[in-house]
């Protein structure tokens, strides 16, 4: 069974720090892993998604890694701003079941 | 890109009434959706699969009874949470999975979500 652990579980950094969130994976067989952010009360918005033949996804300041053979997945975001702050989702997508496994997430707040 | 939408966004009941959310996929069709449950900073915890046609695939220690689905059309699937208790109360997000090449295989959108609070 696919397990997903995302590591810290809580951030709290001032404003423009570069940060890095971590996410491993038990099984490397997967089909894609997906970087999402909730905000409080609020559904899920997609922010980056890496096939698993690819090794990372850029969309503006945030940047996806992938390492499949090591079951790991780095979140990067540059110049971090207030409104950055949300929890961060990470899910594994298995091959076989096609049923994405979420991580707990990180609680990111980033303060002036 | 797709877009998936959950209806009532916020509901509150009393205890022993049943409740329906609704999961509409706008513009694409969704053959397969799932229904995940989330506490307070807790992750997201899959309930069970939905697919057009038949009947759900829950999960271990859901109670299919208490929380019943119904996917009669490719764009909406329902959740009817049965004599709602307060240990119920919850925040239930929806996905919807497109299958066509156009967005590459298996991509799911996510609903907003819809806040259950049993009274």
């Known amino acids: 069974k696919q397990e997903v652990t995302q590591i810290p579980a809580a951030l709290s950094v001032p404003e423009g720090e570069n940060l890095v969130l971590n996410c491993s994976f038990t099984d490397s067989a997967i089909y894609n892993l997906q970087w999402f952010r909730q905000d409080p009360g609020k559904g899920l918005t997609s922010l980056l998604l890496i096939q698993s033949s690819q090794r990372e996804q850029t969309s503006g300041r945030l940047n996806a890694s992938l390492d499949k053979s090591s079951g790991r997945s780095t979140l990067y975001i540059a110049a971090s701003q207030p409104g950055d702050s949300a929890t961060y989702l990470c899910?594994?997508?298995?091959?076989?079941?096609?049923?994405?496994?979420f991580g707990r997430g990180t609680s990111l707040i980033v303060h002036p | 890109g797709a877009v998936v939408s959950q209806h009532p966004s916020r509901v509150i009941c009393k205890s022993g009434t049943s409740v329906k959310i609704e999961c509409r996929s706008l513009d694409f069709q969704a053959t397969t959706m799932f229904w995940y449950r989330q506490f307070p900073k807790q992750s997201l915890m899959l309930m069970a699969t939905?697919?057009?046609?038949?009947?759900?695939?829950?999960e271990q220690g859901v109670e299919k009874d208490k929380f019943l689905i119904n996917h009669a059309s490719l764009t909406l699937s329902t959740l009817t949470v049965t004599s709602a208790h307060p240990e119920d109360s919850s925040f239930y997000i929806c996905?919807?999975?497109?299958?066509?090449?156009?967005?590459?295989?298996?991509?799911?959108?996510f609903g907003p979500g819809t806040r259950l609070t049993v009274l």
């Open positions: 996905s919807a999975r497109e299958e066509l090449a156009r967005v590459g295989p298996l991509t799911q959108y």
């Open positions: 899910a594994v997508l298995s091959g076989g079941s096609y049923i994405p496994t």
């Open positions: 939905s697919n057009e046609g038949s009947k759900a695939t829950y």
